[in-house]
């Protein structure tokens, strides 16, 4: 069974930086695609980031060129580089599973979800 820890969020003032970590387990020897999604109050899930299995990143508009999504296989742990932080940032940070690559064959996996990690900024 996939389980999924993120860690790592916090208050900052706008302008600061946090980096999340997304601990994986149960992965067993295949490589999977992973995505950062958030939730502010009130309003939906919406994509923040996403590596696929051969490391192609894809980011919202919103944070490109200040989001850095990363992954360390060795550890099954994927980041979020999170800088020049913004209060619209606010929100709750869960990351997700998407594909798996195994044998050098892609398989589509049902998606697991992490329990999410706060981030706050302040103006």
């Known amino acids: 069974q996939v389980q999924l820890v993120e860690s790592g969020g916090g208050s900052v003032q706008a302008g600061g930086s946090l980096k999340l970590s997304c601990v994986a387990s149960?992965?067993?020897?295949?490589?999977?695609?992973m995505s950062w999604y958030r939730q502010a109050p009130g309003k939906e899930r919406d994509f923040v980031s996403s590596?696929?299995?051969?490391?192609?990143?894809n980011y919202t508009d919103s944070v490109k060129g200040r989001f850095t999504v990363s992954q360390d296989n060795t550890k099954n742990t994927l980041y979020l580089q999170m800088n020049n932080l913004k209060p619209e940032d606010t929100a709750m940070y869960y990351c997700?599973?998407?594909?798996?690559?195994?044998?050098?064959?892609?398989?589509?996996?049902?998606?697991?979800w992490g329990q999410g990690t706060q981030v706050t900024v302040s103006p």
């Open positions: 997700r599973t998407n594909s798996r690559r195994c044998a050098d064959v892609e398989y589509s996996s049902p998606h697991y």
């Open positions: 149960g992965f067993g020897t295949c490589r999977w695609g």
């Open positions: 590596i696929n299995t051969f490391g192609r990143t």
